[in-house]
T-cell receptor, first 117, second 112 residues
Framework: GAVVSQHPSRVICKSGTSVKIECRSL??????MFWYRQFPKQSLMLMAT?????????EQGVEKDKFLINHASLTLSTLTVTSAHPEDSSFYIC?????????????FGQGTRLTVV | DAKTTQPTSMDCAEGRAANLPCNHS???????VYWYRQIHSQGPQYIIH???NNETNEMASLIITEDRKSSTLILPHATLRDTAVYYC?????????????FGKGTRLHILP
C-alpha cells in the first residue's frame, strides 16, 4: 500500500521554542493531507486540513497562529508548533489520500511524539 | 462528531475469531464503512472498507447489515499482535478531501 512518512518520530523541545513536523507521501501525490493530535488514552482529534497551494482549514478551537501548516507540494505538508508549551506535548499524526488513484483509503504516518519541557 | 458507536473494549482468546460490532444508523447512501486500527504509539492502519456487500481481504472480513445501519469486523484467527484500538468510520470516498473523524473506537485485548 501507499506510504506516508513523518519526521521526526520523536522530538523533545524547550518551552517557547518552535518545532516543525514533516509529512511526506512517498509514492503518491496528495492534494489534501490531514493533521491530527492524540493525547494519551484518547482518540485522534482532527486539527486541520492541509490543502496544496492554499491555506489550511482549521477545526474549531485550533489556533491557526500556533499550529502553522504549509503544504507547498503534492508530496509534503509541514506542521509547525510555535512557541511550544508543555500542554502541547502530544502525539501528532498526519494522513493523506492519493490524487486520482484507484485506492480510496487514507494512509497515515507513523506519528510524531512531541514532548515540551 | 463521529457517526459511529462502538463498544469501549472487548476481549478475545488467541486463535479465536474476534467480532467487533459498529453501529452507524445515520449512514448516508454514498458513505462507505471503513475500519482502521491503531497499535500502541503508531499511526492508524487501514484494514478494510465496504459499501453494502460483505468484503474480505487478507486481514479481515467486513459484514454489513442489509439496512447498512450496522456492521461487524471479523478477525478470523486473532493473534496477540491484533491487540489494538479498532476504529469504525463512515466516509464518502468519492471525495478524497472528506475529513476522517475518529470516534473512541474499541480497545481489543487478545488474551493468550
Amino acid at each position: 500500500g501507499a506510504v506516508v512518512s513523518q519526521h521526526p518520530s520523536r522530538v523533545i523541545c524547550k518551552s517557547g521554542t518552535s518545532v516543525k513536523i514533516e509529512c511526506r507521501s512517498l509514492d503518491f501525490q496528495a492534494t489534501t493531507m490531514f493533521w491530527y493530535r492524540q493525547f494519551p488514552k484518547q482518540s485522534l482529534m482532527l486539527m486541520a486540513t492541509s490543502n496544496e497551494g492554499s491555506k489550511a482549514t482549521y477545526e474549531q478551537g485550533v489556533e491557526k497562529d500556533k499550529f502553522l501548516i504549509n503544504h507547498a507540494s503534492l508530496t509534503l505538508s509541514t506542521l509547525t508548533v510555535t512557541s511550544a508549551h508543555p500542554e502541547d506535548s502530544s502525539f501528532y499524526i498526519c494522513s493523506a489520500s492519493e490524487v486520482g488513484g484507484g485506492n480510496t483509503e487514507a494512509f497515515f504516518g507513523q506519528g510524531t511524539r512531541l514532548t515540551v519541557v | 462528531d463521529a457517526k459511529t458507536t462502538q463498544p469501549t473494549s472487548m476481549d478475545c482468546a488467541e486463535g479465536r475469531a474476534a467480532n467487533l460490532p459498529c453501529n452507524h444508523s445515520t449512514i448516508s447512501g454514498n458513505e462507505y464503512v471503513y475500519w482502521y486500527r491503531q497499535i500502541h504509539s503508531q499511526g492508524p492502519q487501514y484494514i478494510i472498507h465496504g459499501l453494502k456487500n460483505n468484503e474480505t481481504n487478507e486481514m479481515a472480513s467486513l459484514i454489513i447489515t442489509e439496512d447498512r445501519k450496522s456492521s461487524t469486523l471479523i478477525l478470523p484467527h486473532a493473534t496477540l499482535r491484533d491487540t489494538a484500538v479498532y476504529y469504525c468510520i463512515v466516509r464518502a470516498t468519492m471525495n478524497r478531501d472528506d475529513k476522517i473523524i475518529f470516534g473512541k473506537g474499541t480497545r481489543l485485548h487478545i488474551l493468550p
